[in-house]
Nanobody, 124 residues
Framework: QVQLVESGGGLVQAGGSLRLSCAASGRTFSRYPMGWFRQAPGKEREFVAAISGSGISTYYADSVKGRFTISKDNAKNSVYLQMNSLEPEDTAVYYC?????????????????WGQGTQVTVSS
């Protein structure tokens, strides 16, 4: 059974920072890409960031580029999302996702495993 467990969400003021973590168990993801998505109330789930299996390649949505950083620790089967300069528009449930195939991906359909999500709320 594959499991992804996110942590690190919470309430923060605009301009603040949060670091999300996602721990994978049940399968070794060191070879495969992972990503972060988010879903705000009343909106569709949207891509945030992705990282290659090696951790060398990354890709970001334009809305978070320069503010968010995705990283990966293969020894711990974990992926992280450092979020700086947070804005109220970043408020959403953030989901960790993992692919069973190589290659960066930016759409939900390309990911095979999902966490339960963690709430991030940014107050103005």
């Amino acid at each position: 059974q594959v499991q992804l467990v996110e942590s690190g969400g919470g309430l923060v003021q605009a301009g603040g920072s949060l670091r999300l973590s996602c721990a994978a168990s049940g399968r070794t993801f060191s070879r495969y890409p992972m990503g972060w998505f988010r879903q705000a109330p009343g909106k569709e789930r949207e891509f945030v960031a992705a990282i290659s299996g090696s951790g060398i390649s990354t890709y970001y949505a334009d809305s978070v580029k320069g503010r968010f950083t995705i990283s990966k620790d293969n020894a711990k089967n974990s992926v992280y999302l450092q979020m700086n300069s947070l804005e109220p528009e970043d408020t959403a449930v953030y989901y960790c996702a993992a692919r069973a195939n190589v290659g960066l991906a930016t759409t939900s359909a390309e990911y095979d495993y999902w966490g339960q999500g963690t709430q991030v709320t940014v107050s103005s």
